[in-house]
C-alpha cells in the first residue's frame, strides 16, 4: 500500500495556523477562568471597604462597579480593584496606608452616591459605621511606646496622600507632607485621628517620667485608616484589620 501524500506546502501552515489558534484560544479561555480564582485562592485579607458596606458577600452582590463613591470621595481615597483582584476587579475598596478615608466628610458622601445599597447608612450614628479596627501591629517600632518624639513629615517629603486638618481647613484636603510635625512624643495615630475617643495613649508605667505611652484601641474605632496612614514608622506600626468588629478575637 502506497504511503498517503503529504498535503501541499501551503495546506500544511493552513493546519499550523489553525493548531496554534486553537491552543492559544483554549490558553486564552482557561487563563480567563483562573483570572477570577486565583486570586480569591491566594488572598489571605479582607480588603477595607468604603464606609457602610454591607457583608461582603452582599457588598459583592450588591456592587454595580459604577464608581460613584470613588467620584465623590472627597480625599480620594477609594479605588477600584485592577485585573488582579480577580472576581474582585473593579469593586472599590480603600488601601490605608496608601490614602485613609479621613471620615470627616459630612454624612458620609460615598453612602449617598451609592444607588444599590451596597453602601448604606442604616445606623444612625456616623461612628457605628465600621469599616475594620484598628490594631497595633508593630508594637516594638512604635514611637510612643519607646518614648520617642517626632520631627518632619509623616511619610517624607514625597508622601502624596491628603489630609483635612480641621484647625488648617476642614474642609479643603491638603497634602500631610505640607503639614509637618515637631513633637516631644508621638502621637501622630491619636492627633489626626477623625473620631474623637477612637484611640488614645496610655502611659506604660507608674513613673511620672516615664515618656513611654502604647495606643490603645477603643470601641468607637471605625477603622477608617487614617492611623495606619499617618503612622511614620515603615511598616507602620498600627494596621486595620478590615471588616473586624470590636470583641472579635
Given at each position: 500500500m502506497s504511503a498517503k501524500p503529504k498535503p501541499p506546502p501551503h495546506v500544511q501552515l493552513e493546519y499550523r495556523r489553525r493548531f496554534l489558534r486553537s491552543v492559544l484560544l483554549?490558553?486564552?479561555?482557561?487563563?480567563?477562568?483562573?483570572?477570577?480564582?486565583?486570586?480569591?485562592?491566594?488572598?489571605?485579607?479582607?480588603?477595607?471597604?468604603?464606609p457602610g458596606a454591607l457583608d461582603e458577600k452582599q457588598f459583592l452582590a450588591s456592587c454595580i462597579k459604577c464608581g460613584q463613591c470613588v467620584q465623590v470621595c472627597p480625599v480620594e481615597a477609594i479605588v477600584l480593584g485592577d485585573i488582579t483582584e480577580g472576581f474582585g476587579l473593579g469593586v472599590p475598596h480603600i488601601d490605608a496606608r496608601v490614602q485613609a478615608c479621613d471620615f470627616s466628610c459630612d454624612a458620609v458622601?460615598?453612602?449617598l452616591a451609592c444607588p444599590t445599597g451596597a453602601l448604606t447608612h442604616t445606623l444612625s450614628k456616623k461612628e457605628?459605621?465600621?469599616?475594620?479596627?484598628?490594631?497595633?501591629?508593630?508594637?516594638d517600632i512604635c514611637l510612643a511606646r519607646q518614648g520617642a518624639?517626632?520631627?518632619?513629615?509623616?511619610?517624607?517629603?514625597?508622601?502624596?496622600?491628603?489630609?483635612?486638618?480641621?484647625?488648617?481647613?476642614?474642609?479643603n484636603p491638603i497634602k500631610i507632607a505640607d503639614h509637618p510635625y515637631d513633637l516631644e512624643v508621638c502621637d501622630l495615630c491619636v492627633r489626626e485621628c477623625p473620631i474623637e475617643g477612637a484611640i488614645r495613649l496610655v502611659p506604660m508605667s507608674d513613673d511620672s517620667a516615664d515618656k513611654r505611652r502604647t495606643p490603645e484601641i477603643t470601641?468607637?474605632?471605625?477603622?477608617?485608616?487614617?492611623?495606619?496612614?499617618?503612622?511614620?514608622?515603615?511598616?507602620?506600626?498600627?494596621?486595620?484589620?478590615?471588616?473586624?468588629?470590636?470583641?472579635?478575637?
Open positions: 483554549g490558553g486564552l479561555a482557561v487563563g480567563g477562568s483562573l483570572a477570577g480564582w486565583l486570586p480569591l485562592a491566594r488572598a489571605h485579607e479582607a480588603r477595607l471597604r468604603p458622601q460615598c453612602i457605628e459605621v465600621r469599616m475594620g479596627l484598628a490594631r497595633l501591629d508593630k508594637p518624639g517626632f520631627k518632619g513629615q509623616a511619610r517624607g517629603a514625597g508622601f502624596p496622600g491628603i489630609h483635612r486638618y480641621e484647625k488648617v481647613d476642614r474642609w470601641e468607637k474605632c471605625v477603622g477608617c485608616g487614617m492611623c495606619e496612614m499617618i503612622c511614620p514608622t515603615e511598616p507602620a506600626a498600627i494596621v486595620i484589620d478590615a471588616r473586624k468588629q470590636w470583641g472579635q478575637s
